[in-house]
């Protein structure tokens, strides 16, 4: 574990990154390993535009001020120099970094730095403090405070905070991560550095969330990091007992168990992909008697029918597919206002066979990817698809045999956008 820090601290024109600029910025390089200061650096920026009344109240920083100092690309060599392989340690670190950032990117420079927020930390090491602002924890901690609001001063309160951090860290038995209590004989090194699905359950074995990855183990790691102040997965930690795990080498069948599980067991924390995505479809009036010009196709929220080959999110996107299929079919705009006498007169002149086979036509093109699908396996035998009557039905793995699958939109979906990246 790298023990060297760049603790790091801004003072910019504004909060918000697009158009505003650094007017300080003060770099404290620190060695936790012999708990010594190896190098400091501060210096006022010129931002090479006008400081704002209300920003130089909060710092004392002033035009004049900062007129003869260094422009960033000045200093830009120095800050690379100094944090270079160092983890860049900050109080609400990514307005910092990501300034950072920003700055580079103007001067086309990619800068890249592993990161540390004492914010997050403490949120999770002291709990149920009203605020976790710098000023509020250096009163919590008793931290003198020199200059708030300027960008050495609030870089040495930020080491005191790292300091405190991490002699915290040290008494948790896990070092980077947090194995929660209740996961008995729970070991990293049992879990595959592999693609492929994981499963978190509480106590009573209800299912609390499915994940896939390309590395199994890595994103269990990710999970139980010490440090990430998500509430969400605090939460999840907290009640999770039992972990498992199920190979799956390709991203087809991984993201279609992935949505099988979820649909199917609706885990708690699955918040994002328990919702239901694809709530319209497009769906062809069959009866040439009973359509009327323009209801040929109609937009529809009823998806229990699998068979819907077109599938949006919301009703105006169905209306726009809708639009499209109608200026593919006959080369009309259908918010046109005599959209639908233009349809009567094709009818006529084409005749009703003739106008509906067009239509169909036009509707059926997309859907060819969907009918008779065959089985499809994998060149290596891991894994292969099973249909019956053009709708999945299993799929098959190599460690777990067959998987019995009921094909939502969500599914049809990603298995259409797998078709279209093959074809493409």
């Not at 920083?61 to 200093?75: G, H, R, W």
């Not at 100094?82 to 990117?105: A, C, K, P, S, W």
């Not at 499915?210 to 890595?218: D, Q, Y």
């Not at 799929?395 to 939502?408: A, F, P, Q, R, V």
């Amino acid at each position: 574990m790298n023990k060297k820090y760049s603790i790091i601290d801004l003072e910019t024109t504004g909060s918000n990154r697009i158009g505003q600029k650094i007017i300080e910025v003060a770099i404290i390089n620190y060695d936790a390993e012999t708990d010594t200061v190896e190098e400091t650096f501060s210096t006022l920026i010129n931002p090479e535009r006008t400081i704002g009344h209300a920003v130089t109240l909060l710092t004392g920083i002033t035009n004049l001020m900062s007129m003869d100092a260094p422009k960033f690309y000045e200093v830009a060599k120095k800050i690379v120099k100094m944090t270079e392989g160092r983890i860049i340690v900050g109080h609400n670190v990514f307005f910092d970094y990501r300034f950072l950032q920003r700055e580079y990117g103007d001067l086309g420079y990619s800068y890249r730095r592993d990161v540390f927020c004492t914010a997050k930390s403490m949120r999770l090491l002291v709990p149920g403090l009203e605020s976790y602002s710098l000023k509020n924890l250096c009163a919590h901690f008793e931290i003198n405070q020199n200059r708030a609001h300027r960008a050495l001063s609030d870089a040495e309160d930020c080491l005191a905070l790292l300091k405190i951090s991490k002699a915290r860290m040290s008494e948790e038995k896990n070092g980077d991560h947090t194995i929660p209590a209740a996961l008995i004989d729970f070991r990293f090194e049992d879990y595959p550095e592999c693609p492929g699905l994981y499963f978190m359950y509480d106590k009573n074995r209800n299912l609390l969330y499915v994940g896939k990855s390309r590395n199994i183990r890595s994103r269990l790691k990710q999970h139980f990091k010490q440090f990430s102040g998500i509430k969400r997965e605090q939460q999840l930690k907290s009640k999770v007992e039992k972990v498992e795990y199920l190979e799956c080498y390709h991203d087809l069948p991984m993201g279609l168990l992935e949505l099988h599980f979820i649909k199917s067991a609706r885990p708690y924390y699955n918040l994002l992909s328990r919702r239901i995505h694809f709530r319209f479809g497009l769906k062809l009036n069959v009866d040439h008697s009973e359509a009327i010009p323009g209801e040929e196709i109609k937009v529809t929220s009823h998806l229990d029918d699998i068979s819907l080959g077109y599938l949006y999110g919301s009703r105006r996107s169905a209306l726009l597919a809708k639009a499209r299929l109608y200026k593919k079919a006959f080369n009309l705009d259908i918010d046109q206002c005599d959209f639908i006498e233009k349809l009567q007169e094709l009818q006529k002149k084409l005749g009703k066979e003739k106008y509906f086979k067009k239509i169909e036509e036009i509707y059926h093109s997309p859907l060819s990817a969907f009918k008779d699908r065959p089985d499809i396996k994998d060149a290596q035998g891991n894994w292969s698809l099973q249909f019956e009557n053009n709708q999945l039905k299993k799929i098959w793995l190599k460690n777990s045999g067959d998987i019995l699958i009921n094909e939502t939109p969500d599914m049809r979906w990603l298995f259409l956008a797998h078709l279209k990246k093959s074809v493409s």
